[in-house]
Each structure stands twice: as C-alpha cells, then as structure tokens.
C-alpha cells in the first residue's frame, strides 16, 4: 500500500497485481491481461501478413499461482491492428474552384478479397451514396437535358435491344464524369424509371455529380484492377485524347487512390439484377472485367469503351471480346468506340436485335446523316420524344 499527501489529505491506492490460477492458463483470454492486467510495453511494428499496415503490441504481466502457492510471473501479448483512414490530397478543380475532394484511403481494407463483409461494409458506411429525392438540378431544365450519350449508345440499347421495354431497371455506369454530360443512363433513369450506381473517382468533377440529385446510388470509388481493395496511381490524363483514370505508374502528375472491386460495390447495394453495365474508364476496362466473378453476378448487357484497350493495362480489344465470348457473352457491334455485348441466353431471346430499328439506327448514325440539321428524323426515330415530348436531344 502506497500513500500520497496532497494540500493536508490522505488518498490511498492499492497497487495491484493479476494472479490466476495456473490451471486457468490454457484458457486464459487476453482481454482479461487488457483490463487487469499490468502494462509493461507498448510497440508499432509492420503487419506481419497485411502490407502497409501497422500493429500496436502491448505487452501486459500477470502471475499464475500454484496449490502449494508459489507464483510465476509470465508476460501476455496483445496485437491490435492500426487501422486508419487518412487523408492524402486536398484536390481542386482548375476551372471551377468550388469544386475539390480530399483523396482518403485506409489501408486495411486492402488486406481482404472482394466479397468480404468487412469491405462491403465498409463501402456502405463511406463510399456509396444513396439515390436522391430531391429534383434534378441539371446544367439545362429537366425538359431540355441530353440524354443521348455520348454516341448514341443509350438510344441503340433502348430502341434495338431493349425495345422500350425494360422499365424499372438497373444500370452500372463506370466512368459517369458529372453524371449528366454524355451520360450513358439518364435516358433509362428519366424516361423508363431506372436506377442503379453512377461510378466517377476523379476528385475534379465528382463533387459536382453529386449536386445533380440523380436517382441512383453514387461511388466516388476508382474501380479495382485486383479482387481485393488496392492503392493506384491516378492521373488526371490517361493517354493522349483520353481522359482522368487509373495508370500503372507512378510520377510528378499522379496521386494515389484506393480502389474497390465492382463486385463489391455490387454486393454493397444488394448484387441486383445489372440490367445494362457502361464501362468506360480510359483504358483499364480489361483489366476491370477480369476482376469480376461472373457466376455471381447478373449481368445483361455491356457497352465497353475500348479504343485504348492495350495502351495503358494489357487486353487488346480482341482479347476483351474472346474474353467475354468465354463468359457467355455476344458481340453485337460497335457504337462509336464502345463495343455491345449481350449475355447470349438474352441474345438469343428477348434482347435479339430488331434487324428494323437496327437499319434505322445505322441511317440515324450515318456519315449522310445532319444531326443538327435534322431535329425531325431524330425526333421520330427515338419513339419515347413522340410520346409526351418531355425530352429532348441535344448535339
């Protein structure tokens, strides 16, 4: 017992020690060392499996007596993850100042696969944003915004493959930018009641996504090269003529990212039906769809950007389309620079392509073919414009 005066009182302490039966040792717990017992040393090390993660090692003594009383004194270990989520960029929009995000990446997750609760909750909790129910604040009225894509392709999908039927779908756009410019799923959002997961990791653009209130969930997640969490290098300029993404090296111009698998994104928001997957994220889409387990999802139809397949990551365009081909999918053609896959068992069925609307669309997309000039034949031609003229195509 020990005592201390302070200003004329008496306080006293009892300095105690954890003593167990040494029967108990084989059953002994270490959150009882924790709480009872003495902390000798505290110490960081290097996570022994876990790469770029760190481990706090508290080291806790207690005593074991015997029947005839003699006691021992032994030293109990406990290693507790550090696990943190840090900040490593505050990055600006050059153009449009108000625009900024702070880059975060937390480097535990990367320790663990793609359908582990531990990443998918983890995704819940601080990288998916739920669908808005506030109204559209698009750059132009709801009447008025574009919702032809950037080539066309939602327009190809919805009156070929499609044929105005599927209502209250599921999308995935990778690569959605400010989710209204060129946006490949605002057609199936705002006229046939789809929603789905807009995925945009460029820290520039990004945050003005998000004020457009789309009706679908958001990620401001890079996508994954791995099936697990990792760290990349990501530049603000692909390749000439491309845009931001993912790159395999690092240099003056790049920052790091953490990216999340799709799968688990998927998983995040419940792995639903995909009804239409846009993959357009400058050059790393082969390397992307190789991460995916397929016969765990329920993918439908694709269009994939893939006129820098092979610049950036390995996969040629013919390596993407030999791949999918293997998981069941069909070529159907090229939009522009985005090829069409469709699961076969659909192609053969309900998602055939309507030979008609087929020709209409290749007339519509033709050299011969004025857009600008001829509002009339493309008016008539996306069938949903006739119907209640609530939207409207803008080139």
Request: aromatic share 14%; proline share 4%.
């Amino acid at each position: 017992m020990r005592r201390w005066g302070y200003f004329g009182c008496w306080f006293l302490t009892v300095t105690a020690k954890l003593v167990v039966d040494r029967s108990f040792l084989d059953n002994f717990d270490g959150e009882i060392a924790k709480t009872q017992g003495e902390l000798v040393k505290t110490e960081y090390r290097r996570h022994t499996t876990c790469q770029g993660v760190e481990e706090k090692v508290e080291t806790f003594r207690f005593y074991s007596i015997a029947e005839d009383g003699v006691e021992d004194e032994h030293q109990f270990e406990l290693a507790t993850v550090v696990d943190v989520n840090y900040n490593t960029e505050k990055i600006h929009n050059f153009h449009e100042r108000w625009i900024w995000a702070y880059i975060y990446i937390r480097p535990y997750l990367n320790c663990f696969e793609q359908d582990d609760e531990f990443v998918i909750s983890a995704l819940r909790d601080d990288h998916l944003r739920p669908p808005s129910t506030e109204k559209y604040n698009f750059s132009s009225p709801d009447n008025t915004v574009n919702v032809f894509g950037q080539f066309g392709q939602p327009v190809y999908l919805d009156t070929v493959i499609f044929k105005g039927q599927v209502k209250n779908g599921f999308f995935i756009e990778a690569g959605a930018d400010d989710f209204e410019t060129d946006s490949n799923t605002l057609l199936f959002e705002m006229e046939h009641q789809w929603t789905g997961l807009l995925v945009e990791p460029n820290p520039t653009i990004y945050p003005k996504g998000f004020t457009k209130h789309r009706k679908a969930w958001g990620s401001s997640s890079c996508l994954a090269t791995e099936p697990r969490p990792h760290v990349v290098p990501f530049s603000q300029k692909t390749v000439s003529g491309g845009m931001a993404g993912i790159v395999k090296e690092r240099n003056d111009e790049t920052y790091d990212m953490q990216c999340f698998p799709l799968y688990s994104l998927l998983m995040a928001i419940g792995n639903r039906t995909v009804n239409y997957f846009s993959l357009d994220i400058e050059g790393a889409e082969f390397a992307v769809l190789q991460t995916i387990p397929w016969d765990k999802v329920d993918i439908e139809v694709m269009t994939i950007e893939t006129n820098h397949a092979g610049e950036i990551f390995p996969g040629t365009k013919q390596e993407i389309r030999d791949y999918l081909a293997d998981k069941g999918y069909v070529y159907a053609r090229t939009v522009e620079i985005d090829d069409v896959f469709i699961r076969k068992d659909l192609y053969e069925g309900k998602y055939k392509p309507d030979p008609e609307k087929e020709v209409e669309f290749e007339a519509l997309m033709g050299e011969s073919c004025d857009l600008k000039n001829d509002m009339v034949q493309l008016e008539e031609y996306i069938q949903y414009i006739s119907v209640d003229k609530n939207f409207k195509i803008e080139l």
